[in-house]
């Protein structure tokens, strides 16, 4: 097996698109499609099941997209420590959650571009559920998300902790017990979103049923719509404090006899070859995660 058509695999797995496969490598079409026949013909056994909306594996291109992430990524380990001269620099792929992303990230960032100019940065922003995922395959180099996290896979290493407030519009009646949370909206992140589930498991052990619940992919989305009146949602006050210059609302304890909190960790596949860019990510990034 040649490592171009497992890359090319690889991508068609993910996108589950010959299309979008092609698009993101940056090749025609008909060359992705002989590629994978070819790999198919070598391998004796189908690889994608074919339709009008896309390709999706069968059970042999399950099981070969499994080794052909170990494969590729020690690859690039390979390349990475040979070329690795304690500088950092090269890729690093960094995921985080939408309200780090927004908080805590800028002042990291801005002290490792200053610092290492020669690394191509890039960050991806999603759910606990989501950056644990692309970590796991080899698409993140690290990520920050929520607890709980627990991998036999995964470095895990608690970067800080968030305390949580509900944050309401200016415009709404103050909330003083729970049950008032029954007649409003609740604006939260998408499924795989641990805050997501902190407040859902909250509100189900105290027999509330929120009259309606609506989804959003950025934390911009959810700050619009509490400033607009449409409901609540549960933030970190580092989020909340930030936000007030901007939006009008207000934050408030949800329970006043109980600390809600929760540690931001960060993580990393254990047997990811460990670069100078990573590591040099980390030390600042644990100097720099504090009090915003």
């Excluded at 020690?74 to 995921?95: H, K």
């Excluded at 644990?132 to 709980?148: K, N, Q, S, W």
């Excluded at 992140?189 to 989804?215: H, Q, T």
């Amino acid at each position: 097996m040649d490592i171009r058509d497992l890359r090319i695999f690889l991508a068609a797995a993910h996108e589950g698109s010959l299309t979008k496969a092609a698009e993101k490598l940056e090749y025609v079409q008909s060359s992705i499609s002989i590629r994978i026949q070819r790999l198919e013909s070598e391998l004796n056994t189908p690889l994608f099941h074919r339709g009008r909306q896309g390709v999706r594996l069968t059970s042999s291109g399950e099981a070969l997209k499994s080794y052909a992430e170990k494969i590729v990524s020690l690859m690039n380990e390979a390349e990475r420590a040979v070329t690795d001269n304690s500088i950092p620099r090269g890729p690093l792929r960094i995921g985080s959650l939408e309200t780090t992303a927004a908080i805590r990230l800028p002042f990291i960032l801005a002290d490792y571009v200053a610092a290492y100019s020669e690394v191509d940065l890039s960050l991806r922003t999603g759910t606990t559920d989501e950056l644990l995922h692309l970590v796991l395959r080899y698409e993140l180099d690290g990520a920050f998300v929520a607890t709980p996290v627990e991998h036999p896979e995964l470095d895990v290493v608690e970067a800080g902790v968030e305390e949580f407030v509900l944050v309401i519009g200016g415009q709404l009646p103050s909330i003083d017990r729970p049950e008032r949370l029954r007649n409003l909206t609740l604006l939260v992140f998408r499924v795989g979103c641990s805050y997501r589930r902190k407040l859902e498991d909250w509100l189900r052990s105290n027999g509330i049923k929120p009259a309606k619940l609506m989804e959003f992919g950025t934390l911009e989305g959810i700050l619009g719509c509490i400033h607009a009146g449409l409901g609540v949602s549960l933030l970190p006050r580092s989020v909340a404090e930030r936000a007030r210059a901007t939006y009008n609302l207000r934050y408030l304890d949800l329970l006043p006899d109980r600390s809600w909190t929760v540690p931001t960790l960060f993580i990393r596949r254990s047997d990811a070859y460990r670069t100078a860019a990573i590591s040099e990510f980390i030390r600042i990034s644990s100097e720099r995660f504090g009090p915003s």
